[in-house]
């Protein structure tokens, strides 16, 4: 994180703590209060769009994770002019797709992402808001890897350090908040 970027300053004190959600021992941390902020969302997706911009050299496609990653993504592809292409839970998305298994805390899950929405040697940039244990960006970048694209760097938002999910991923990681 840059300490002296005022607009992830900002979006970090709006971001809320709810201490033993979902389950007792989580402190979860809730985004959602920057996107009721229009001009802290506006200078969260700016900050991701420069930071894109200035080590993502080429990019062609913004890759978002279900569900979060679909309220930046977008936003972020139409600042670059640039597509987006959602990645979702498998069973939600039309036509042919690559599919990969991925590992939970307590268990497995399948994602998707549409074959056709992405083509051999493409340079993308994979964003979430959250890489925890880092079991969805995993399996985000395993999907880019079946479908021949070329990973230029994963963005999130927040980091929970403790949990080491970037140790996980292959490709470079970018956190603008880290805990």
Do not use: W
């Amino acid at each position: 994180m840059c300490s002296e970027d005022r607009r992830i300053t900002r979006v970090k004190e709006l971001i809320k703590d709810y201490p033993d959600f979902p389950k007792p021992g989580i402190l979860f941390r809730d985004i959602f209060p920057v996107l009721q902020d229009a001009k802290a969302f506006r200078g969260l997706v700016d900050a991701m769009v420069d930071f894109i911009k200035a080590n993502c050299d080429g990019v062609e496609v913004i890759i978002g994770l279900d569900s979060r990653g679909f309220l930046f993504g977008p936003m972020i592809a139409e600042a670059l002019g640039i597509s987006f292409v959602p990645i979702r839970k498998a069973g939600k998305l039309p036509g042919e797709t690559y599919k990969v298994e991925y590992t939970l805390e307590y268990g497995t899950d399948k994602c998707e992402m549409q074959k056709e929405s992405v083509k051999p040697g493409q340079k993308i940039v994979i964003l979430d808001d959250l890489l925890a244990t880092g079991g969805t960006m995993k399996a985000a970048c395993d999907l880019a890897d079946v479908a021949q694209a070329t990973v230029l760097c994963c963005v999130v938002v927040i980091e929970l350090t403790d949990l080491q999910g970037r140790k996980r991923l292959k490709y470079p990681c970018h956190a603008f908040i880290q805990y």
